[in-house]
């Protein structure tokens, strides 16, 4: 079970508790959750890495990624405003080695019920 430490408040924002549990699904290996939260057309762009775009594309990385887990997720910072958000903080995985990360999000709408693209930075520490 991966240990999750979360600093900020979410409060009644609904979209910063949705990517808080973005985040943690994402180091939880949660698939189903990740792919049912993105628009079709996805667009993940992994600075200094790759870009990928389109849902199939998406879920096959996210497959690849299954066999790292990480021991521990803290969320530094979760923001939104209208169709944008961000979360940075810090990952270790089982293995010990950590990486920080920013990323930056985009709503397929105001009303944010899916993610249509994710910028994503992540530096091994």
């Known amino acids: 079970m991966t240990k ?8 009644n924002s609904p979209k910063m508790e949705f990517l808080k549990q ?7 290996g949660n698939v189903a959750f990740l792919t049912e939260n993105v628009t079709d057309d996805i667009v993940w ?18 497959e690849k990624m299954q066999s790292v887990k990480a021991s521990e997720l803290i969320l530094n910072q979760i923001l939104s405003h209208g169709k944008e958000g961000a979360v940075n903080g ?4 089982e293995n010990g080695k ?12 105001a009303k944010g019920e899916k993610l249509k693209e994710i910028t994503s930075y992540c530096i091994k520490l």
Request: proline residues 2%; negative net charge; contains cysteine.
């Open 22 to 28: 973005f985040n943690i699904a994402f180091v939880e």
């Open 45 to 62: 762009n992994m600075i200094g890495d790759k870009k990928l775009e389109g849902i199939k594309a998406f879920t096959e990385e996210l």
């Open 90 to 93: 810090v990952m270790t995985m």
């Open 4 to 11: 999750i430490i979360s600093s900020p408040n979410c409060g």
């Open 98 to 109: 950590q990486y920080a990360f920013s990323d930056f999000y985009i709503f397929q709408s």
